[in-house]
């Protein structure tokens, strides 16, 4: 690896943590530069996975003051999440590549559509509740849907934060900062999970993780402090125009 190589790959870290802190997709940035400087698939999808876990720590701190009062939610959602990635690591080794390059695009074109509707559907959900009480409680529907984001996120992750944005837009009613809170964390969760997987089974290239690492760090703070100020229609559209061009980049490799 050159000294130009390696300052690419860490600027790309530094991209695509910012953009995982506030909307996710930052594997969108990382592993085509990864596969265009020569990296086998496999090789690059795993040091990728490994070297935005940082990034989405230091991008969960960032958010720590909406996290306030969440403790009980972010648990009750994490071991799903973590199980999930675990699963979705496993799958990565264990089934062809053709089998999720088909299911990936509608996924995230999913995403992109509970993100558009999901205040239209909050609102009818609520006007249809006797009692006027928001929903914040975790039940099994959610968990199941978390773990299925999580299996999909241990698998690839590419905009993996979208689809977690969508479900917890449409299950739990809250402030979308405080989702995008949660969604960060839960990302770390499974990235770390599946990252610890690869860490022993798969081909890891550790000075692309560092590089990375190092990078993501740098981008999950200063998508914190980007990400804490946009209004809530500001980003929500940030949201739906990164989930678009996630598509768009699926659908076309």
Same mark, same amino acid.
């Given at each position: 690896?050159?000294?130009?190589?390696?300052?690419?790959?860490?600027?790309?870290?530094?991209?695509?943590?910012?953009?995982?802190?506030?909307?996710?997709?930052?594997?969108?940035?990382?592993?085509?530069?990864?596969?265009?400087?020569?990296?086998?698939?496999?090789?690059?999808?795993?040091?990728?996975?490994?070297?935005?876990?940082?990034?989405?720590?230091?991008?969960?701190?960032?958010?720590?003051?909406?996290?306030?009062?969440?403790?009980?939610?972010?648990?009750?959602?994490?071991?799903?999440?973590?199980? &999930?990635?675990?699963? +979705?690591? =496993? %799958? /990565?080794?264990? $089934?062809?590549? !053709?089998?999720? #390059?088909?299911?990936?695009?509608?996924?995230?074109?999913?995403?992109?559509?509970?993100?558009?509707?999901?205040?239209?559907?909050?609102?009818?959900?609520?006007?249809?509740?006797?009692?006027?009480?928001?929903?914040?409680?975790?039940?099994?529907?959610?968990?199941?849907?978390?773990?299925?984001?999580?299996?999909?996120?241990?698998?690839? &992750?590419?905009?993996? +934060?979208? =689809? %977690? /944005?969508?479900? $917890?837009?449409? !299950?739990?009613? #809250?402030?979308?900062?405080?989702?995008?809170?949660?969604?960060?964390?839960?990302?770390?969760?499974?990235?770390?999970?599946?990252?610890?997987?690869?860490?022993?089974?798969?081909?890891?290239?550790?000075?692309?993780?560092?590089?990375?690492?190092?990078?993501?760090?740098?981008?999950?703070?200063?998508?914190?402090?980007?990400?804490?100020?946009?209004?809530?229609?500001?980003?929500?559209?940030?949201?739906?125009?990164?989930?678009?061009?996630?598509?768009?980049?699926?659908?076309?490799?």
């Amino acid at each position: 690896m050159t000294l130009g190589e390696a300052a690419i790959i860490a600027f790309a870290g530094v991209w695509a943590g910012m953009i995982n802190t506030i909307v996710g997709s930052g594997t969108l940035v990382t592993f085509p530069v990864l596969l265009a400087l020569g990296f086998p698939p496999l090789t690059a999808n795993v040091s990728n996975g490994l070297g935005l876990v940082p990034g989405s720590v230091t991008g969960a701190i960032g958010y720590r003051r909406e996290l306030r009062g969440l403790t009980g939610r972010v648990l009750r959602l994490a071991v799903p999440t973590a199980l &999930g990635g675990l699963a +979705g690591a =496993l %799958l /990565l080794f264990a $089934l062809p590549s !053709g089998v999720f #390059d088909a299911v990936v695009p509608v996924l995230v074109a999913l995403a992109v559509v509970l993100v558009v509707v999901q205040p239209a559907v909050a609102r009818r959900i609520a006007a249809r509740r006797p009692s006027g009480e928001p929903r914040t409680r975790v039940g099994v529907g959610m968990q199941a849907s978390v773990f299925g984001t999580g299996v999909y996120g241990g698998y690839f &992750g590419a905009a993996q +934060g979208v =689809l %977690l /944005l969508g479900v $917890l837009g449409i !299950g739990i009613d #809250d402030d979308l900062q405080r989702h995008n809170a949660v969604k960060n964390i839960l990302a770390s969760v499974a990235n770390l999970v599946s990252g610890l997987v690869f860490a022993l089974v798969a081909p890891v290239s550790w000075p692309v993780v560092g590089l990375i690492a190092g990078g993501s760090i740098v981008g999950g703070v200063l998508g914190a402090l980007i990400g804490r100020r946009l209004p809530p229609i500001v980003l929500r559209g940030v949201i739906v125009v990164v989930g678009l061009a996630a598509l768009v980049q699926l659908l076309l490799r």
